[in-house]
């Protein structure tokens, strides 16, 4: 139980260009989503907590006018990287958690950006 | 947030017992400690999670002492498939809302033949 999908798996696009990375709670509804960033060899850096029906919260130094948040349902949270350069490649993940279920966040299983 | 404390890397063969420690001194009395896996380019997924004394699963166990500011991850007989990156974080489960996971720097573990 507990499934949270994420896609595209990896994706590879053109500096100036946008790109829509989606999370999906499979199996249950959660009102809270976080957006990570991973570099090669190093930890996950949280961006921001994604709020169902509201705007979400940016930590210190993410651009919130670059990456837009959207979460519009209690099972689908979008990160949308606008106007990508090389520097916003990455490894993307999302991650949520079941009110309902006694363990930790399940995590998706990741998007790997590549700006060329 | 509990700041959290675990060695950069650990070796070791497989069908040995690997043992992982995580220091949190700032833990507070509500928080829980939690541990990840990491495979390259994949989520974490949860491993164990507990609040004091001992819990086991099928896949680990984790010691927590009377103090509560460390933890020992331990793995049974580690195979190939156990090499990842181990992470501890420490915070609340809250009932209303949910607490924002931090992660530090993690343990990668590298287990050989």
């Known amino acids: ?116 | 947030l509990a700041k959290t404390t675990q060695p950069i890397s650990m070796d070791s063969y497989e069908g040995q017992e690997v043992n992982i420690t995580c220091s949190h001194n700032n833990i507070a009395t509500n928080d829980y400690i939690t541990w990840y896996q990491q495979f390259p380019s994949q989520g974490p997924r949860f491993i164990i999670q507990g609040y004091k004394t001992k819990v086991t699963n099928e896949v680990a166990s984790l010691f927590i002492p009377a103090d509560r500011k460390s933890s020992t991850l331990s793995l049974p007989r580690v195979s190939l498939s156990d090499t990842a990156v181990y992470y501890c974080l420490v915070g609340r489960l809250m009932n209303t809302g949910f607490q924002k996971l931090v992660f530090g720097t993690g343990t990668r573990l590298l287990v050989s033949p």
């Open chain 1, 1 to 116: 139980g507990a499934v949270v999908s994420q896609h595209p798996s990896w994706v590879i696009c053109k500096s100036g260009t946008s790109v829509k990375i989606e999370c999906r709670s499979l199996d249950f509804q959660a009102t809270t989503m976080f957006w990570y960033r991973q570099f090669p060899k190093q930890s996950l850096m949280l961006m921001a907590t994604s709020n169902e029906g509201s705007k979400a919260t940016y930590e210190q130094g993410v651009e919130k006018d670059k990456f837009l948040i959207n979460h519009a349902s209690l099972t689908l949270s979008t990160l949308t990287v606008t106007s990508a350069h090389p520097e916003d490649s990455s490894f993307y993940i999302c991650s949520a958690r079941d009110g309902t279920r006694n363990y930790g966040y399940t995590f998706g299983s990741g998007t790997r950006l590549t700006v060329v």
